[in-house]
Every structure is written in structure tokens, then in C-alpha cells.
């Protein structure tokens, strides 16, 4: 039996080049090269023992007094005080869920951590009353960078599903993108927003139900069909399963058993013959898949799930619109590579030709900061509005938007940044 050395070892290896990536980056701007050589003697110094050794608690950000758990979305003083109260709301197989990465959560857990290895440079001395968070994306302002991830099955975590989100999104000001298997059909979403989502497609592996889903989702407005290809390689959900044996409920009261029955169930296979899917990932997808996709989406293609910079060069020149760096929130797959540490990489691939979104472990306003840093032009936030909707509804994924564009706009103000075209590679520092 190994004693956990080499494994320890090879973690530390694989930390190391994943924090050259990172370097690699700012050393190539003329803006943060002085600093390339102090960063690299930093980071070469930071060790992985501590980490290794510690296991993940999701609840471990929120501390409660006295075990008490807030009452109201007014009392949250950060988006982690609705996590408690989600999971004392929900049953155990759907809290686990939503809480479940893969294997051992370890890139779960990297999602998070990485954000520390990053430091933010204040600045002083700015007139900074005025802060203007506004970023154009195919053409259309959003108020805040800051966007809801797509989430499947969201009925499972409040009976309002996502349209208590779109409802919460028209309030405060934000994007949003829907799942092919959300709990809502696009049109209900994009009326109760007041204005078009983007649309985030599961294939399926039969191609007339993949056309007839872009067509509908067109139809209904979605200026973007967005392509998730980070689910082709299957997973091992522990978190999730583990959580199953404490439901003592009869799950067959809102599942239906077998695929292709979970699937009909889903409002936006509504009409659509699904006799023939086997898959709804996809997962015989090549890049000549995304050339097809291509030629039957009229507005535009976002690729979702793209972690390398190969893998971005190959985007473009298949004619993507734009790529969301995503391991699926840690669900995709067990590498320990973090988006925010792959962001860098794929800017940098992609050079400024389309925009880069990123999701996967944003809790705060600070979050938001390090990625549009790091060359990020919006950020999508998934498990935390899930948090504040099992938790209040409505109130609580306003609240949840609330409080992560009030720390952003904070630190916003400390770094000098009046607008977002202000916030550079000169705003962080790896340390």
C-alpha cells in the first residue's frame, strides 16, 4: 500500500507547472515582466503538503455563530452564509448534488484555492467615486460582468427554478445562461427576464435533436448557443453518491427511472422525438462536430469547457464566437487544474480575437477582479445563485448578486479602477 509520498510528490509537481502557466503570462507583458522573477521565487517556494493533507469542507467558508444559520437574505454578510441554509432546505441526494465534484473533489477544491495565489496591487489616491461596471459582449452592455452559469435540473433546489433567477437577473442587472436540462423552457426564461439568455446545449448524440434545439433556442431570441464539450469522458460523482445513502426518500416521486424518460421530462425536449438518444453529452464529439454546429447556428457559437491553449488556437479557427474556460465547476474531470490558473493560457491564445469567459469557484467580488486581470472579459457564477435560491428564492440569488457585485465594486475602488478597461495585468501579482 503506497504511503501517500509519491502521490504527494506528483501533486507538488503538477502544482509547480501549473503556477509557470501562470507566470507565463505575466512575464509575456511588457506591463508585468519586472516582476516575472520575484513571482517565479515566490511561487516556487509555496508548498503542497498543508493542502494535501487537508480534506474539503464546502462549509468550511461560512462560519456561523453559535450554529446558527441565517433567517433572511438580508442577513448574509457573503454569499457563503446561504450554503448552510441550502443544504438544511434541501434533500440530501439534491444538495449532493450540487455539492458533488469528482473523485475526491480535489479540483473542486483547486477551483477555489487557486484564487490565493494570486494578490491584488491596491493603488491610492484615485477618484474613485464614480465606478462604471458595464461590458459590451456580441453588441449588448451588461450591467456587471458578473453572469449565471448555466445549472441543470434547478426545480430540484426550489420550485421556481430558473425562473426565479431570470426574475432575479432582471432586477439587479445580469446575464444569464440556461442548461439544455433546466427545469424551464427557454421562452418562460427569456420572459421573465425581460430580455434573451444565452442558451447552453447538451448535444445528445443524435444530430436532428441537436438541430432542433438550436432552432428553438434561436427562435425564442438566444443570441448564443453555447457548446459545453467538458462532459465527453463520464465521472465518478463521490460527494453526490455518498449523500444518496442518507435520502430516505422515494425518488421515483420526481425521477423517472431511465434516461431516456429523465430526458422528455426536461421542457426543452418538449416535442422532439428523443427515441434515438443514448447520450446527452455527446460524447462522440470531434472538432468536426463544432464545424457542423457551426453551419447551422446563426448567431453566435460559444465554446464551453476549453482549458488549453491548444485547444483554443483549434476554437478559432473553427469560428467560435467566443470560449467560456470551465472544468464544469469541478465536475468535468479530476486534473487538479483550476480555470482561473488555465485562464491565462487561453487569453493568451486567443490574443484579443473573441471574448474569454470563465466560471468555476467565483465566491467574491475579488474573484472577479483576478480573472478580468488575468485577461477575462465576464465571469459566470453557478452553485453560490443556487445557494441563495434553495435558501429564499428570488430574494436570495438577488441578494447573492447583490453582495458579489458590492465586494467587486469595493475592490474595484482599491486597486484605482474606475471602469472595467482599467483593471490590467498591473492589478495582480502572483505570489
Known sequence: MSNGVEGKSAMGEHASIHRRKLLAYFSSSPLFAPSAARALAGIAALGTTEAVAQSYDVLRAAPVMNGDLIASPAQALNVF??????????????????????????????????????????RRLIDVRKIDTTVKIFGETWASPIALAPVSSVGAFHPEAEAAAARACKVKGHQMILSTVGSTSIEDVIKERGAPVWYMLYPTDDWSVTEKLVKRAEAAGAPAIVLTVDR??????????????????????????????????????????VSKVTNLYGTGMTWDYVKRLRGIVKGKLVLKGIVTQEDAKIALTHGVDAIIVSNHGGRAEESLQSTIGALPEVVAAVNGKVPVLIDGGFRRGTDVLKALALGATAVCVGRPYVWGLAAFGQPGVEMVLTLM??????????????KLSEITPKSVQIV
Open 81 to 122: 452564509d446561504f450554503e448552510p441554509v441550502a443544504k438544511k432546505e434541501l434533500p440530501p441526494a439534491h444538495y449532493g448534488y450540487l455539492a458533488s465534484g469528482v473523485d475526491a473533489d480535489k479540483t473542486l477544491k483547486a477551483n477555489r484555492d487557486d484564487f490565493d495565489k494570486i494578490h491584488i496591487r491596491v
Open 232 to 273: 465527453q469522458g463520464g465521472r465518478n460523482t463521490e460527494t453526490l453518491f455518498r449523500e444518496r445513502r442518507a435520502d430516505t426518500r422515494t425518488c421515483t416521486d420526481c425521477h423517472t427511472p431511465g434516461f431516456k424518460n429523465e430526458v422528455s421530462r426536461k421542457p426543452m425536449f418538449d416535442e422532439i422525438d
Open 405 to 418: 457585485q458590492r465586494e467587486f465594486e469595493t475592490i474595484m475602488r482599491q486597486v484605482g479602477a474606475t
